[in-house]
């Protein structure tokens, strides 16, 4: 497999903690491992001083960007070189920096490929849909983003699914998604942006987004096995990162996917995924199921998600770092927890800088 690397490199980071700490030279600190957990939002089309000053101190580990954010393509690169520059300054990890470029109305860079919906993707061949998404990584990587929050893996399998009506879905086939989904993340791989598989453990029941409302699906663990049949195949193809859904399944767990160690297992353990996984928005998360954000973001790390994505306010973003911060001082999330994930982010920023 032509990802497996990322596997090795894994291990290495895994290695290389344990040796630093056997002999004594410097290790991160607390405040270090909980801050590479964190992909957190901005205001405007350049970093405030706040968020410059957070980015050194090592409290954020990657930024999220959103057509709020963008102006032009040389703005584009003028703001995540602020932000790199700010990492480096502090003698920080290379930055996450993350968009949603999924194609069609669901992009951010209208500049960039695709610009065909995914829908629209899915009446071609894989290879025509590798091709777009290693033009959709160039794009990308010439504005010094890193990481696509994309491809949606979900398969529609209801009457007036969310993902389908917005054109998100490349077919209505766990097969045809399989290929054409494992065909874009291997485009972006190729030109150097780690792909994200969406949302697991499947959102194609749904028939209200889970950002605006609290989703509960109950199909049962045979059909969500059919779900799960894109993913098995983007995993096997090493896909670096996994998105959690914020929608809850009855048949694998009572809570949502993001913060279940029941969906954890399912995808660490039974379809053997060794990457990063990154949660949904927890500010829909949250709210939708009666938490805060900083609630929300504390059952995730616990539960074994990476990385976790703060899109409100720089305030709310602060907070959830503090709380999390206090977790782990008082216990409730092992040192253990945050070096696991510490070594998959590593693993995955070597794989990208």
Not at 145 to 160: F, R
């Amino acid at each position: 497999m032509r990802w497996a690397l990322l596997v090795l490199v894994v291990a290495g980071v895994c290695a290389s903690a344990h040796a630093a700490a056997t002999r004594g030279s410097k290790a991160p600190t607390l405040g270090e491992l909980v801050g590479q957990r964190l992909v957190v939002a901005m205001r405007g089309q350049m970093p405030s001083v706040s968020l410059l000053a957070r980015i050194r101190a090592g409290e954020v580990g990657g930024v999220v960007l959103f057509r709020r954010n963008v102006r032009d393509r040389s703005q584009v690169r003028t703001l995540t070189a602020a932000l790199q520059a700010a990492a480096r300054t502090g003698g920080r990890p290379t930055l996450l920096i993350a968009v949603d470029q999924e194609g069609g109305a669901t992009r951010r860079f209208s500049w960039a490929a695709p610009s065909l919906s995914a829908a629209q993707l899915g009446r071609l061949t894989p290879s025509a849909v590798e091709s777009q998404g290693t033009a959709a990584a160039e794009a990308l990587v010439d504005v010094g983003v890193n990481v696509d929050l994309a491809p949606v893996a979900d398969v529609p399998s209801v009457p007036g699914a969310f993902i389908a009506a917005q054109e998100r879905a490349f077919s209505a086939s766990p097969t045809r998604v399989a290929m054409l989904a494992t065909a874009f993340a291997q485009g972006l791989h190729d030109g150097g942006v780690a792909a994200t598989a969406k949302h697991f453990p499947g959102l194609g029941r749904a028939r209200v987004s889970t950002d605006v409302a609290a989703v509960t699906l109950t199909a049962t663990r045979d059909a969500l096995d059919s779900d799960l049949l894109p993913y098995g195949r983007l995993i096997a193809s090493a896909v670096p990162l996994v998105m959690l859904s914020n929608a809850t399944y009855p048949a694998l767990d009572a809570k949502p996917a993001a913060w279940s160690p029941a969906v954890e297992s399912l995808l660490r353990r039974t379809l053997g995924f060794t990457g990063v996984t990154v949660t949904d928005a927890l500010d829909a998360a949250g709210p939708t199921h009666g938490r805060s954000v900083a609630s929300a973001a504390v059952l995730s790390a616990q539960a074994g998600a990476d990385l976790l994505l703060v899109t409100g306010s720089e305030a709310a973003s602060g907070d959830v770092y503090d709380r999390l911060l206090a977790a782990a001082e008082a216990g409730r999330i092992s040192r253990r927890n945050f070096e696991r994930s510490y070594a998959r982010i590593s693993a995955l920023k070597q794989s990208v800088a």
